[in-house]
């Protein structure tokens, strides 16, 4: 038995499934509420430089606080807005709250201007018509420079539209934009693929980070990421550390850009400005 929603998509109905879809609907309509009455909101991880200790930038990250269930972790909502469309709407809500604050900060500390914000963009976003124009509309809007901003995308994106997507990123860098690759390690992209887009940075995903000091494959797969990096010209960054150990090892690794627990939890807004603050002007 079948059943349209009135988005036209087709739920396949089984006794057993049955709950599970509806729930899943309920909390899609809870979605759009929430972005509808502002109760999403972005938390900031700081970027490390870890040569100097210093504030390179931060990651924009997506938190729901949900009326009666409490926060609601992106893993959960993220996909869930990606399958029903609402990440459209979702992800140029970020973008644009990113840049806003970005731009406040930069007001307040102006010898932050060089301060990089990174934003996750899922691949139905990016392939919108006009990714590139709405872009480049939120950064004349917030008052930020293209090179400020860091578009995080993964390799699934990159190889489910390949052509589209090149053409979309290759738009992206006559904005200045950087680009990274999230996750990286994870999905299944072949060398020869990296080299047809315009990539800037690789992050290392923080699944190798965690084992790096435990599994000596992990270790190796690190060593092979950073080589890699550095013979296409990339920069580099590891995604969670948490330990001293693993941030000795990266740098031996020549991975000398990180973030994780170890520097900072995901901030929120004041929480991240008072970071700012307290980082005091840049080392030069
Ligand atoms: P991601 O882009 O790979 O973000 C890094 C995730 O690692 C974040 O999880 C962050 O809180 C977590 N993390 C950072 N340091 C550590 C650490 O030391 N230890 C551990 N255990 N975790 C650490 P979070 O915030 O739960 O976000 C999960 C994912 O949801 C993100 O992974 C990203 O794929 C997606 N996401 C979040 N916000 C957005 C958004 O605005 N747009 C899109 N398209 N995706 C988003
Ligand atoms: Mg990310
Ligand atoms: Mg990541
Ligand atoms: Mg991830």
Not at 157 to 180: F, G, P, Y
Request: aromatic fraction near 6%.
């Amino acid at each position: 038995r079948q059943k349209r929603t009135s988005q036209n998509r087709t739920l396949v109905y089984q006794p057993d499934l049955q709950t599970r879809a509806s729930s899943r609907l309920l909390l899609e309509n809870e979605l759009r509420d929430a972005l509808k009455n502002k109760e999403l909101s972005l938390h900031y991880q700081p970027i490390i430089s870890m040569q100097n200790g210093s504030l390179l930038g931060f990651e924009a990250l997506c938190r729901w606080e949900h009326k009666e269930r409490g926060q609601i972790s992106p893993i959960e909502f993220i996909p869930l807005a990606e399958e029903s469309g609402l990440i459209v709407p979702l992800g140029h809500w970020a973008l644009r709250e990113a840049c806003t604050s970005l731009k406040n900060w930069i007001e307040k500390y102006p010898h932050f201007s060089n301060l990089i914000m990174n934003v996750n963009v899922s691949s139905l976003q990016l392939l919108q018509d006009n990714f590139a124009t709405s872009v480049n509309e939120i950064l004349l809007n917030a008052g930020i420079k293209g090179s400020q901003l860091k578009l995080e995308i993964t390799e699934t994106t990159l190889i489910e539209n390949a052509e589209l997507v090149r053409d979309v990123l290759l738009d992206l860098k006559t904005l200045d934009i950087s680009l990274a690759i999230d996750d990286f390690g994870t999905g299944y992209s072949s060398l020869s693929y990296l080299n047809q887009f315009p990539i800037d940075t690789l992050k290392i995903d923080k699944s190798f980070v965690n084992h790096m000091n435990s599994s000596e494959d992990s270790y190796k797969i690190i060593h092979v990421i950073s080589t890699l990096a550095h013979t296409l010209g990339m920069t580099l960054v590891a995604e969670g550390i948490e330990e001293e150990e693993q941030m000795t090892a990266l740098q031996k690794l020549g991975c000398h850009t990180g973030q994780g627990y170890l520097f900072s939890k995901p901030l929120a807004n004041d929480a991240a400005e008072e970071y700012i603050r307290k980082e005091g002007p840049p080392l030069v």
